[in-house]
C-alpha cells in the first residue's frame, strides 16, 4: 500500500495554530512546562517545538518559546557533558528570552524562574 503522502494526502491532520492570545494556554505550552520541571529535557524541546511550528516567527512569543526550546537543549546537553555547547546554548536562550518578554508577560514567572534556574545550575546565577 504507498504511503498516504505519495497519494497528496497527509495522514497528519494540521497542527491547529497557535495565537497570540491562545499561546500561554495552549496545553503544548504547558505540558512543555510540566516536563521540564520534571526534567524531561527532550521530551520538553519536542512538545515546545510542535507549538513554535504553529507560529509567525517574527513575533515575541515565537522567540520565547525558541528561547524555551534552547534553555531545555542547554540541559540537555550539559547532562551528556558537552559544556561548551550547553553554554552557547544559554548564552542564545537567554537573549531570546530577555528579549522576547517584559515583566508584564504572561509567561514572564515561569519563564524568569526557569532561566533563573538554569543559570545557577549552570554557575552563572
Known sequence: MPHPRHL??????????????????????LYGLDLFDAAFYWEAHEVWEE????????????QVIQGMIQ??????TAELGRSAASERLL??????L???QSKTHPAYADVSSALERVQGRMGQG
Open 71 to 76: 534553555l531545555a537543549a542547554c540541559l540537555l
Open 51 to 62: 507549538l513554535w511550528h504553529t507560529l509567525n516567527k517574527q513575533v515575541p512569543n515565537a
Open 8 to 29: 497528496g494526502e497527509s495522514a497528519i491532520p494540521p497542527l491547529p495554530l497557535a495565537t497570540a492570545n491562545s499561546v500561554w494556554t495552549d496545553t503544548r505550552w
Open 91 to 96: 548564552t542564545r536562550a537567554r537573549i531570546k
Open 98 to 100: 530577555e528579549s522576547g
